[in-house]
């Protein structure tokens, strides 16, 4: 290219960073009148910048030069500026991407991005030592598995037989499993040598499977049961020279006795930040079957992007899924000089909620309000911009206008079209709301919200979202549906205890909604947020604002580790989520490697009891489980 923008730390201490931005000239032409676009993910204060001005929404910033607006060939121009912050680690905290301008030309220019020069550091070691490989290496762990001699082999005289209702989703699944994997066609019929059946004795969720070199007996008592066994054997399948010449597929004879230990087992894929395409999501759902997970929290909303069509707001999807240097949604992180963006019509939803169906999940939708609405707000302006709200707030994604109001009956009309139409839509018995991250400053200066407060007898505007809040539990459980939220939709102390609560900022939080009688789902950021980097070294790539997450620490969470057994609070944890935001994850290979194998990991966290969990047995497993990842093409992050 021939423009390049380098990022270097000058100094930095723990609270603050000071960094110099130089831009190189590269070309044979004279830069005249410049400005350079780029994405950055920290806040940029224009008090603490030298050489330019700054304009910033979100993590996208333009700098404007005041020292130097001719920029000869060959030439380099450096801008200074502070970040509060605490030291940078990695080089995915520099600059995502970045373009120039010229003059009233908006047309980008693409510029080149080094690395982020963090200088010399020392970074722990993050190698793992490989245990080996188990002959059987089912994941999550099951309670009870006892090896038998003999193998029965797989091929197209195989055939899978279903007698009870409740299976025939997991048995038409793994018969189309099987045959993608062994490359021969396994039948569904009347009989066969792989046969589910239904048992009366075993708890919800529960299975037993018992292969023997003459066939497969799977017993279960409701369908979660029948897909989590179809799962294990998938697992199972195996093919080695050592069990006959034709090297082909078999199952090793075994019984397998297993429940969960969690009926609540999650993962979240944040599709706001950059849409993954249906194909992409349908991948991921299928392989969370692989490793009985059973819901899949669909990231909808939020400040970059609205990805879910609303028919009686076609503007939500045609404004709002697309950002760009011409669009009404400025650009962010990536691709900043390309149109992008993208949504999932209502079809496709359908689609998408009928595949994780037939695999034994249910597809959660997350439409994130009041906060996190930017997409939203910008798409209707005239239905939820409150024109004579004077206050000063920023997000902690650096935005201003971001937020809904609730002193707005249109907001409200706005809320109830919206979850109409996704109630319609999803079958979902939850709903979820977000009402996260809601920045201190919000409704402080608006008449419509001070006449509300005034109304309702409220001090505080933060009991504004407790309100807001209250209206759509209310309007969700009139739809014979559950409210879900992040642990902020206890702020203010409107909701009732018949929201189930999500804790993102720590497991402690969590405990603490799970005190006062709320249903909680753990998620703490500092083991399940899976877009934190996993090792050590600058060049991985991730977040770290909650820690960085090795497999091994990943492995290590125990929920309720600090609550005695007894402990009644304890009914109240439905289970563990893990989570994948997006705002450094625009493709498959990425996206891939930093979900394998930690997603892995997390799921012998939800499923298996701690006593029966041990770091070197899973890392045995895992091993035996690499090959599987290797045919499926998962570009997972070596061990």
Known sequence: MSYRVDLTVLSENATHSTLALTLHNLSDTTLIDWQLHFSYSRYIDPAELSGALVSQVGSYCCFKPTAQPSLLPNGHYCIKFTVRTEPFRYHTHGIGD???????????????????DIGTVTHRDDEVLSPGVRDINVIPKPQLQIAKAGILPLNAT????????????????????LSQHIGEPIRLATQGQILFQYSTSLAKGAYQLDITTSKVV?????????????????????????????????????????????????????????????????????????????????????????????????????????????????????????????????????????????RGITVIPEIDV?????????????????????SQYRSIQWFEDNILSPGLATTYEFLDTVIDEVCELFPSPFIHVGADEVPQGVWTDSPACKAMMDEHGYSDPKELQGHMLRYLEQKIQAKGRRMMGWEEATKGDKVSEDTIIFSWLSEEAGLACAKKGFDVVMQPGQFTYLDMAQGYQPSEPGAD?????????????????????SDPVRAHILGVQA??????????????FMLFPRLIALSEVC?????????????????????WLDRQGINYRPL
Request: glycine letters at 6%; aromatic letters at 10%; a negative charge.
């Open 607 to 627: 499923w298996t009891e701690n006593k029966q969990r041990n770091w070197d047995d899973f890392l045995a497993r895992l091993n035996g489980q690499l090959p």
């Open 370 to 390: 009041p906060g996190h609405s930017r997409a939203a707000i910008k798409s209707l302006p005239e239905l939820l911009v409150d024109a004579e709200d004077k």
């Open 218 to 358: 799977i017993l279960a008592a409701d369908a979660g049961g029948f897909h989590s066994a179809a799962a294990t054997l998938l697992q199972l399948v195996n093919s080695t020279p050592a069990h006959g010449k034709n090297n082909g597929f078999f199952l090793p004879c075994v019984e397998i006795k297993d429940a969960p230990r969690f009926v609540y087992r999650g993962m979240m894929l944040d599709c706001a930040r950059h849409f993954h395409p249906v194909s992409r999501v349908k991948r991921l759902i299928n392989q969370l079957a692989h490793y009985k997970f059973n819901y899949f929290h669909w990231h909808l909303t939020d400040d970059e992007g609205w990805r879910l069509e609303i028919k009686a707001y076609p503007e939500l999807t045609e404004i709002g899924a697309w950002r760009g240097p011409h669009e009404v949604m400025e650009p962010q992180y990536s691709l900043l000089s390309q149109r992008h963006g993208g949504y999932y019509s209502q079809q496709e939803v359908r689609e998408i909620i009928a595949y994780a169906s037939a």
């Open 98 to 116: 970045a373009y120039l301008t010229i003059g009233n030309d908006s047309t980008p220019i693409p510029a080149e991005v080094t690395p982020l």
């Open 545 to 565: 604002w909650a820690c960085p997450a090795p497999l091994r620490h990943v492995y290590s969470y125990e929920p309720l580790a600090d609550l005695p057994a």
């Open 158 to 177: 195989v055939a899978i037989a279903s007698c009870a209702d409740a299976a025939d989703a997991a048995a038409t699944w793994l018969a189309e499993e």
């Open 579 to 592: 989570a994948l935001w997006c705002e450094f994850v625009n493709n498959q290979s990425r996206l891939d």
